[in-house]
C-alpha cells in the first residue's frame, strides 16, 4: 500500500511536470524521488507519467490519480487538524484563507485580535482565491476566509467586514496622473485597462463591469489577470491602468500612481467573513464573537 508520503512526492511532480523542480520543492535529491514515483506506479500497476529526456507529463491514469491524491491529503490535513480542537478554544488550531488583496489590511486585524482573545491557537494561513476558499470551508479544510461577497454556498454563513474606496492605479507619466484633482470614471472611456479575470477573480471583474456600465463607458480590456499584485506589476511596466481596492494603495511601486476615482453611481469593493455554519471548532466560535 502507498504512503501519504509517496501521495505527496506524486503530486509534487503532478504539479511541478519536472523531476528536479519537485525535488528541490520536497527538500530531497532526484534519485529517491524518481525512486519513491516508481515504487508509486509498481503498487498501483499503473504509469503514471510519461518521460522523456525533455518533458514530464501526466498519463491519463496518472491524472485522474492526482485528483485521488489530493483528496486522501486533503482528509489527512484535516484529521490533523481535527485531533487539535479542544473544547475551550484557547488552543488547538484554526485554518484561515484569505485573498491577496485582504492581506493589505483586513488579515493583520483579524490576526491581532486571534493573538489577543486565544494566543494559544494555531493559525493556519493559506492564500487561496475566493472562489477556492468557498470549496475549503464547505469540505471542512478551512475554518474562516477573507472572501468577496456574495457567499452563496449551501451551509456557508458570512459577514461584511470590510468596504474600501476604489482607486485608480496608473504609471507615472500618464495624463491622468500628472493631471491635478480627483479622476471621475468617466475619464476611463477608451483607455486601455488591466482588467480582472471573470473566472479567477470574478467578484472585481463583475464589480467593474457594473462601474463602467453605470457610467456609459467603453474601456479597452488588454490583459486579464487574477491578483491585484500582478497587474499593478503591469501598470508598473506602463502596460495599462487599472482600478483596484483602496488597500492596494499599500503596495509601493516606483512607477505606479494611485490617485481616488469619482464614479457614477455608488460602489464598494466589499469583504466578507465566511465560515461553516455547523463548524464545531470552538476557536473558531471564539474569534467570531470577539471580532
Known amino acids: 500500500m502507498f504512503t501519504l508520503a509517496q501521495l505527496s512526492n506524486f503530486v509534487a511532480v503532478a504539479e511541478e511536470l519536472h523531476f528536479g523542480r519537485a525535488a528541490e520543492r520536497l527538500r530531497m535529491t ?80 483579524l490576526l491581532a485580535r486571534a493573538r489577543t482573545v486565544m494566543p494559544g491557537v494555531e493559525i493556519v494561513l493559506r492564500e487561496m482565491v475566493t472562489r477556492d476558499q468557498l470549496e475549503a470551508l464547505a469540505e471542512s479544510s478551512l475554518d474562516l476566509g477573507l472572501v468577496r461577497p456574495p457567499v452563496t454556498t449551501p451551509d456557508l454563513e458570512s459577514r461584511i467586514v470590510a468596504r474600501e474606496k476604489i482607486f485608480a492605479a496608473l504609471p507615472a507619466g500618464h495624463p491622468l496622473a500628472v493631471r491635478a484633482g480627483d479622476l471621475h470614471i468617466a475619464e476611463f472611456d477608451g483607455l486601455d485597462v488591466l482588467m480582472y479575470s471573470p473566472i479567477e477573480a470574478r467578484y472585481f471583474h463583475e464589480l467593474l463591469i457594473s462601474v463602467f456600465r453605470a457610467a456609459g463607458i467603453a474601456p479597452v480590456f488588454t490583459q486579464y489577470l487574477s491578483q491585484v499584485h500582478s497587474i499593478l506589476a503591469l501598470v508598473n511596466g506602463g502596460r495599462g491602468v487599472a482600478l483596484v481596492p483602496e488597500a492596494a494603495t499599500q503596495l509601493r511601486y516606483a512607477g505606479v500612481i494611485f490617485r481616488p476615482v469619482t464614479l457614477a453611481a455608488p460602489a464598494a469593493v466589499e469583504l466578507s467573513l465566511a465560515w461553516r455554519g455547523n463548524n464545531d471548532n470552538p476557536a473558531l466560535h471564539r474569534l467570531l464573537e470577539h471580532l
Open 30 to 109: 532526484q534519485p529517491p524521488l524518481s525512486r519513491q514515483i516508481q515504487l508509486l506506479e509498481s503498487e498501483l500497476r499503473v504509469q503514471l507519467f510519461d518521460r522523456t529526456n525533455r518533458s514530464v507529463r501526466l498519463t491519463h491514469a496518472g491524472r485522474t490519480f492526482l485528483n485521488e491524491a489530493r483528496r486522501v491529503l486533503r482528509q489527512s490535513e484535516q484529521a490533523t487538524l481535527a485531533v487539535r480542537q479542544v473544547s475551550s478554544g484557547l488552543a488547538g488550531s484554526l485554518a484561515v484563507g484569505f485573498t491577496a488583496a485582504s492581506a493589505y489590511t483586513m488579515l493583520d486585524t
